[in-house]
């Protein structure tokens, strides 16, 4: 889409503001007007902040000189003990282009940069009143008086990100024999780089461990140290057929032990074996003496016999 009609195209435009004098250093090209209607001052974004001018980070993206800036309405002065709440340093005791409060709380002051760098660590989803936690209010006000806010996560959620998104590209063999050094690999062949298969935190080339192009899982010395299960190198099965080809690492694997063969279940089931079964009705003494009365109650004595 070409320039609106009525308006000056863009090379002539460039040429317009190249002769712009800047108001804050003397210096031509300042592409930067006050948004105030009627002003004519124009300056350099750089040198907005040295003569206390505003440019708003959103919408029209406008600027204002030091007279037309946007100020905090109805704001008392600090008292004199105020401090920052971000840098703990004493506040001025009178409103300034440097000085800032929270419009939701009223009582929280910092400093303007202060504020802007907080803004600029926490971004847009995090950025909130140090001291009453309030957003919406906050970051509108902090926005409209040039607190520059973007629109991202948090600063501190990619500190630790970074480094786990890293992948190893070292060879650590005690000898590395790629004629490029440590740090050259290539995608296939005896200088691809094999990184643990445990810990992938060291690396080697193929060529440097003696390892064949059908050996596709190795394990460092460290992680062998500790007894890892995988210091015997998995090999492919035989290039048979796509499908062997795949199931190759499940044939090499070691077979899962059948229920019951482990130490713990040979045990299990030796404890069942030797159990003592359970006797039949009548076997225990007590049951024999208790039935003896009963089987002597109801036969009739025998002619001649006493009971004992």
Same mark, same amino acid.
């Given at each position: ?24 250093c003397?210096?031509?090209?300042a592409?930067i007007?006050?948004?105030?209607g ?21 919408g029209?993206?406008?600027s ?22 971000i840098?703990?340093d ?25 504020i802007q760098?907080?803004?600029?660590s926490a ?9 009453c936690?309030n957003s ?9 008086l040039?607190?520059q806010i ?39 062949g ?14 080697t080339h ?5 390892l ?14 500790m007894?890892i ?18 199931s =190759?690492? !499940?044939?090499?694997? &070691?077979?899962?032990e /059948? #229920? $019951? *063969?482990? %130490?713990?279940?040979? @045990? +299990?089931? =030796?404890? !069942?074996r030797?159990s &003592?079964?359970?006797? /039949? #009705? $009548? *076997?225990? %003494?007590?049951?024999? @003496? +208790?039935?003896e ?8 004595? /025998? #002619? $001649? *016999?006493v %009971?004992?």
């Amino acid at each position: 889409m070409g320039p609106a009609v009525g308006s000056p195209s863009l090379p002539l435009m460039g040429l317009f503001l190249s002769f712009q004098q800047c108001f804050v250093c003397g210096e031509m090209g300042a592409a930067i007007h006050c948004a105030h209607g009627g002003c004519t001052r124009s300056f350099h974004l750089p040198c907005a902040t040295e003569r206390e001018c505003v440019t708003q980070f959103f919408g029209e993206h406008r600027s204002f000189c030091a007279e037309h800036r946007p100020q905090q309405a109805n704001v008392a002065a600090p008292a004199d003990d105020t401090e920052c709440l971000i840098c703990l340093d004493d506040m001025d005791s009178s409103t300034s282009y440097h000085t800032l409060v929270c419009p939701a709380c009223t009582h929280a002051w910092f400093h303007r940069a202060c504020i802007q760098r907080c803004a600029l660590s926490a971004g847009s989803t995090a950025f909130r009143c140090p001291s009453c936690q309030n957003s919406s209010e906050f970051c509108s006000e902090m926005a409209t008086l040039g607190i520059q806010i973007p629109e991202r996560r948090p600063l501190w959620e990619y500190d630790g990100i970074a480094e786990l998104l890293e992948r190893h590209n070292r060879c650590d063999a005690i000898e590395c024999l790629h004629p490029g050094g440590r740090h050259q690999a290539e995608d296939e062949g005896p200088w691809q780089l094999l990184l643990c298969s445990s810990c992938a935190a060291e690396g080697t080339h193929r060529q440097c461990s003696d390892l064949s192009n059908d050996v596709y899982i190795w394990v460092c010395s460290s992680c062998a140290a500790m007894g890892i299960d995988y210091s015997v190198y998995w090999q492919l099965g035989d290039s048979g057929s796509d499908s062997e080809e795949d199931s =190759g690492p !499940l044939h090499n694997a &070691p077979e899962p032990e /059948e #229920s $019951g *063969s482990g %130490p713990t279940s040979q @045990v +299990a089931s =030796g404890l !069942l074996r030797s159990s &003592p079964e359970p006797e /039949e #009705s $009548g *076997s225990d %003494p007590t049951s024999q @003496v +208790a039935s003896e009365p009963m089987r002597s109650s109801s036969e009739p004595l /025998e #002619s $001649g *016999s006493v %009971p004992a």
